[in-house]
């Protein structure tokens, strides 16, 4: 049997490992986290993902835990609301798109993973040597075993890929932008809505869940790449603070809160652009080899199709690895390219250059529920990101192992 580790436990570590699994091979799963994190953000499932969803008997749970959002408002300085919009057209959804909290479609993974793959949490991988046989991993703990097969599903700042392609510089994108989202009590009394206070070149938000006592506060800004040590937590909340200190509405008060902040994230927003995913007997699937960035809403989608089609493609080719991860590679790059093209037009509305912009755009909001050509305008929003994300068709591979 094709032992493969899977360096990763969240959607493409848990997803590859389930269908690996499904085709009679033997994936292990290491996450250096001590557990799965709970909540996290609202993340997208839509198009060929939900094939994928579907195809591991998971919609109806998946879609039990929507987030079912009901509105966005938009708010002026002083908390004015300025204009509003259906959450669905805010979050780019039509039809079966389903929002959920990324820490919920984890925990649903893995409990369709847990009895049948070995899991072993809090543990890295330190080295990978590659020989004729396979590859003999080294983790954290100084433990070594020998694998047939690596797959990165280790996200972003995959330590996989650096071990086998080099520094993240070469294949991380910065898109201009930044990101920050950490939980805040929900002082605002929020339900199932989302909050938006768009300033030039800076936008926050706040929003709950309807399974959520908490909120999330949401800090996006235009910067060209800041220097800043990435462990260092109090140094990033102390940045956020500086670029949004004079920030009206209710930001004083969501900064205030971030100090206690368990979860706090801060990122640039990069996107992943790699030749190839693969080199010798070690694959990138999601995030790591392909992260579209949180601007694309597609990361979430990119990575539960990649992982199917990694799994079926090595189920496939059985010890032909190479042909499993160029048939792999063959089979998303379109999608992939198409899906990441979503990215840099979404941040052109997510974050506003000019006050004129913000005007312009808060006036649109209020005339479109009268405006003739609505109907027509909303498509221009959902259109391009339905075609992307149906731009595969997934296949059936090789009929499960009774
Ligand atoms: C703020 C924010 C908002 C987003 N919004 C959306 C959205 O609206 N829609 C959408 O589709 N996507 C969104 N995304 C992107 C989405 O979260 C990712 O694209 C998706 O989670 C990718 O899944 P993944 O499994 O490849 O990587 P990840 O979910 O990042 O998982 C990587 C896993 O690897 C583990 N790991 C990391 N390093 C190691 C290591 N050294 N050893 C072992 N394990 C390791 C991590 O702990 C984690 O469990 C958003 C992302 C962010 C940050």
């Known amino acids: 049997m094709t032992n493969i580790l899977i360096s990763g436990g969240s ?23 001590p557990s799965l994190r709970e909540g996290g953000y609202k993340i997208d499932i839509r198009g060929a993902a939900l094939d994928v969803i579907d195809r591991m008997e998971l919609k109806d749970e998946v879609r039990r835990h929507s987030t079912d959002m009901q509105i966005a408002r938009f708010v002026d300085a002083k908390g004015k609301q300025v204009g509003t919009m259906s959450a669905q057209l805010f979050g780019g959804r039509e039809g079966d798109d389903v929002e959920i909290m990324r820490g919920d479609l984890a925990q649903l993974l893995y409990a369709a993973t847990k009895d049948d793959v070995e899991y072993i949490f809090d543990e890295s991988i330190t080295a990978l040597r590659e020989t004729p046989e396979g590859v003999q991993v080294t983790f954290e703990s100084g433990h070594q075993r020998m694998f047939d097969l690596v797959v990165g599903a280790d996200g972003l700042h995959s330590n996989v890929r650096a071990l086998t392609f080099g520094e993240e510089s070469q294949f991380l994108h910065h898109l201009g932008h930044y990101i920050s989202i950490f939980t805040v009590p929900n002082h605002l009394h929020l339900d199932r809505t989302e909050m938006m206070h768009p300033a ?6 706040m929003y709950s869940t309807r399974q959520s006592t908490d909120a999330k506060a949401l800090f996006l800004f235009s910067s060209p790449p ?34 206690n ?16 995913w693969s080199s010798g007997r070690v694959a990138l699937v999601g995030d790591a080899a ?53 990215a ?59």
């Open 11 to 33: 959607v493409a570590g848990a997803t590859l490992a389930y269908w690996l699994r499904t085709y009679g091979l033997n994936p292990t799963v290491v996450e250096r986290a």
């Open 200 to 205: 030039a070149g800076r936008s926050v938000g």
């Open 226 to 259: 800041l220097t800043y040590d990435r462990r260092d937590v109090a140094q990033q909340k102390k940045l956020l603070a500086e670029i949004f200190a004079d920030q009206g509405w209710d930001v004083p008060r969501l900064l205030d809160a971030m100090g």
């Open 261 to 276: 902040a368990p979860d706090f994230y801060l990122d640039s927003i990069s996107q992943v652009r790699m030749d190839q």
């Open 290 to 342: 392909y992260g579209p960035s949180p601007a694309s809403g597609q990361g979430t989608s990119l990575a539960l199709v990649g992982a199917y089609v990694l799994a079926g493609s090595l189920a496939t080719a059985g010890s032909d690895h190479a042909a499993a991860f160029a048939a792999y590679e063959r089979e998303m790059r379109h999608f992939v390219e198409e899906n990441q093209k979503l």
């Open 344 to 402: 840099a037009s979404n941040l052109k509305g997510m974050v506003l250059k000019s006050a004129a912009q913000i005007r312009f755009q808060m006036l649109m909001l209020r005339l479109m529920p009268h405006l003739p050509g609505k109907n027509r305008m909303i498509e221009r929003v959902t259109e391009p990101i339905r075609k992307a994300a149906t731009a595969i068709k997934i296949k059936d591979y090789r009929a499960p192992i009774a």
